[in-house]
T-cell receptor
């Protein structure tokens, strides 16, 4: 089975811009979760999608949003980028729920300048 | 809110020495998972523990889930340089899921 695919792998954006990141989960997995990872804050949960619906949400501002398509692929969007949004964004695929065990993609390294 | 605390934050060992990282939760967990993240890589799922007192082994790695299902440990016997990385636990309680802050392991050859 193919693993979790995230695109792009690297991004450099300017403060104030917006960005869209993409995630294709493992075939058959219906839950997709997004995490932000920074050296100081560890893995911070953004949100989880299942069957095109947001099931859980972490404590991030409304600038962070996501969606899931009928084929389980997911996108996350960050609007009005801030310098502090620079991080590794990880997508995790789970069979039905993130508590089942998460399989992570390689991540998108976002740098905001 | 519920958190999963993980200690130590860092551990430096000589190759061949043993290593243990601990996770503690303030509330009972339905399961606990362990992940390894190599430097520059992404977290990789290692194992999931579900039963009270459960012990599972993967070669030199031993995972334990406490009797009260509030704590867990990962023990590596005779570390190797390939064990370098950050080990995360993640505790689940119904639909809540919390990652520990991770233990960064450095192994000196």
């Amino acid at each position: 089975k193919a693993g979790v695919t995230q695109t792009p792998r690297y991004l450099i954006k300017t403060r104030g811009q917006q960005v869209t990141l993409s995630c294709s989960p493992i075939s058959g997995h219906r839950s997709v979760s997004w995490y932000q990872q920074t050296p100081g804050q560890g893995l911070q949960f953004l949100f989880e999608y299942f069957s095109e619906t947001q099931r859980n949400k972490g404590n991030f501002p409304g600038r962070f949003s996501g969606r899931q398509f009928s084929n389980s692929r997911s996108e996350m969007n960050v609007s009005t980028l801030e310098l502090g949004d620079s991080a590794l964004y990880l997508c995790a695929s789970s069979l039905a729920h993130r508590t089942d065990g998460a399989f992570f993609g390689q991540g998108t390294r976002l740098t905001v300048v | 809110g519920q958190q999963v605390m993980q200690i130590p934050q860092y551990q430096h060992v000589q190759e061949g020495e043993d290593f243990t990282t601990y996770c503690n939760s303030s509330t009972t967990l339905s399961n606990i998972q362990w992940y390894k993240q190599r430097p520059g890589g992404h977290p990789v799922f290692l194992i999931q523990l579900v039963k009270s007192g459960e012990v599972k082994k993967q070669k030199r790695l031993t995972f334990q889930f406490g009797e009260a299902k509030k704590n867990s440990s990962l023990h590596i016997t005779a570390t190797q340089t390939t064990d370098v990385g950050t080990y995360f636990c993640a505790g689940a309680n119904f639909n809540k899921f919390y990652f520990g802050s991770g233990t960064k392991l450095n192994v000196k050859p």
